[in-house]
């Protein structure tokens, strides 16, 4: 077996340091996904009453849009579950625990592709400037190719995964090169800190616990050409054709707090440092790498997650496909035109020029 493919498991904090240091973690975050999969998780029952899975990353226009009201105000009423990363997410959706997923698009797309009922509808952020590989302190490393024969921890079949790869190919590297251990985002931290990986990719609030410990960034998913981390919202297919006039709630919720947001950026920074507990300096520079979309950017020629057969977001969703495939992440090769589902913001689309 290759050492690409020796994907371990997440570590064991065998030390009592390490073992300290993720708890605290781990109580800093807030609920991890196990405990989200356990808890508050029955689904609303009720038309105007939806469960949404999110991640506790700067998201401005949502932290906006839910503390200001503006989904009760559209009579929607969200009950949030929270979540440290996608995977879980997809079990807690298999299992009706939630009706709709936060993630990246291509992730989402490994779900689909390995049978869940799993299809997106909205991207509407550019996560990418803060997804990145960080080394410790006292490391040496300072390019891609000094990863050589390396450890490195990240979540496996994320944007992390995805992005290390394509940088690896980059610069003229085979994937056997280095060594990667399958860990969540909390474990990340600890571990590089702990000295057990010589590197971790991970993403914000997570890479930021680690810059503030001394670790530093030397690649992010903005670096490549077209970067892996578009976020937005999925479900299941039966559910969203049934809920339509919630999923069009959703969105115009998205949408006031987008507009707020340029009104009053600020907002988004409190409201980030509210929900998420990372603190003020954090949330302003992770929000300066950030980009948002309306909640029909996918229509729009000129947006990057403009999705057509021959857009950018399609590309890179084929290309996000055939690694799955040849790193076997995936049973089989997905139809992405299938798993995109395009009904819901050209709804919202229509229904919004009706209004004007």
């Given at each position: 077996?290759?050492?690409?493919?020796?994907?371990?498991?997440?570590?064991?904090?065998?030390?009592?340091?390490?073992?300290?240091?993720?708890?605290?973690?781990?109580?800093?975050?807030?609920?991890?996904?196990?405990?989200?999969?356990?808890?508050?998780t029955t689904p609303a029952r009720s038309a105007d009453s939806?469960?949404?899975?999110?991640?506790?990353?700067?998201?401005?226009?949502?932290?906006?849009?839910?503390?200001?009201?503006?989904?009760?105000?559209?009579?929607?009423?969200?009950?949030?579950?929270?979540?440290?990363?996608?995977?879980?997410?997809?079990?807690?959706?298999?299992?009706?625990?939630?009706?709709?997923?936060?993630?990246?698009?291509?992730?989402?797309?490994?779900?689909?592709?390995?049978?869940?009922?799993?299809?997106?509808?909205?991207?509407?952020?550019?996560?990418?400037?803060?997804?990145?590989?960080?080394?410790?302190?006292?490391?040496?490393?300072?390019?891609?190719?000094?990863?050589?024969?390396?450890?490195?921890?990240?979540?496996?079949?994320?944007?992390?995964?995805?992005?290390?790869?394509?940088?690896?190919?980059?610069?003229?590297?085979?994937?056997?090169?280095?060594?990667?251990?399958?860990?969540?985002?909390?474990?990340?931290?600890?571990?590089?800190?702990?000295?057990?990986?010589?590197?971790?990719?991970?993403?914000?609030?997570?890479?930021?616990?680690?810059?503030?410990?001394?670790?530093?960034?030397?690649?992010?998913?903005?670096?490549?050409?077209?970067?892996?981390?578009?976020?937005?919202?999925?479900?299941?297919?039966?559910?969203?054709?049934?809920?339509?006039?919630?999923?069009?709630?959703?969105?115009?919720?998205?949408?006031?707090?987008?507009?707020?947001?340029?009104?009053?950026?600020?907002?988004?920074?409190?409201?980030?440092?509210?929900?998420?507990?990372?603190?003020?300096?954090?949330?302003?520079?992770?929000?300066?790498?950030?980009?948002?979309?309306?909640?029909?950017?996918?229509?729009?020629?000129?947006?990057?997650?403009?999705?057509?057969?021959?857009?950018?977001?399609?590309?890179?969703?084929?290309?996000?496909?055939?690694?799955?495939?040849?790193?076997?992440?995936?049973?089989?090769?997905?139809?992405?035109?299938?798993?995109?589902?395009?009904?819901?913001?050209?709804?919202?689309?229509?229904?919004?020029?009706?209004?004007?």
């Amino acid at each position: 077996m290759s050492s690409f493919n020796r994907i371990t498991s997440c570590l064991t904090a065998n030390r009592s340091a390490a073992g300290r240091f993720a708890t605290l973690l781990l109580r800093y975050i807030g609920i991890t996904a196990a405990v989200a999969i356990t808890l508050g998780t029955t689904p609303a029952r009720s038309a105007d009453s939806i469960s949404v899975g999110y991640q506790p990353i700067i998201n401005g226009p949502l932290w906006i849009a839910r503390h200001e009201g503006y989904f009760d105000k559209l009579g929607l009423k969200v009950n949030w579950i929270k979540f440290t990363s996608g995977a879980a997410q997809y079990a807690a959706l298999a299992g009706d625990r939630i009706n709709l997923a936060w993630g990246g698009v291509g992730p989402q797309l490994l779900a689909y592709a390995n049978g869940a009922d799993v299809h997106w509808i909205a991207t509407v952020m550019d996560y990418n400037g803060v997804e990145a590989i960080v080394v410790p302190p006292s490391s040496t490393v300072k390019s891609i190719k000094e990863l050589s024969g390396k450890k490195i921890g990240l979540v496996t079949g994320s944007d992390a995964h995805y992005g290390l790869l394509k940088a690896l190919q980059e610069n003229g590297m085979s994937p056997h090169s280095i060594n990667i251990l399958n860990m969540q985002p909390p474990q990340q931290v600890a571990a590089l800190l702990n000295g057990d990986v010589d590197a971790v990719f991970t993403w914000a609030p997570f890479l930021f616990q680690l810059q503030d410990r001394g670790a530093h960034a030397i690649f992010n998913n903005g670096d490549l050409k077209y970067g892996p981390g578009y976020l937005g919202w999925a479900g299941k297919k039966a559910w969203l054709d049934r809920h339509r006039s919630d999923i069009l709630k959703l969105l115009r919720g998205w949408d006031m707090g987008l507009q707020k947001m340029k009104e009053a950026p600020q907002l988004a920074i409190r409201y980030t440092v509210e929900y998420t507990g990372m603190d003020k300096h954090q949330a302003e520079e992770g929000q300066k790498a950030l980009r948002y979309f309306p909640a029909d950017g996918m229509l729009d020629p000129n947006s990057p997650v403009y999705w057509s057969s021959t857009s950018g977001l399609h590309g890179f969703l084929d290309d996000y496909a055939k690694f799955a495939q040849t790193y076997k992440l995936v049973k089989s090769v997905p139809d992405v035109d299938s798993y995109m589902m395009t009904d819901f913001v050209k709804a919202y689309r229509k229904s919004k020029e009706s209004h004007r």
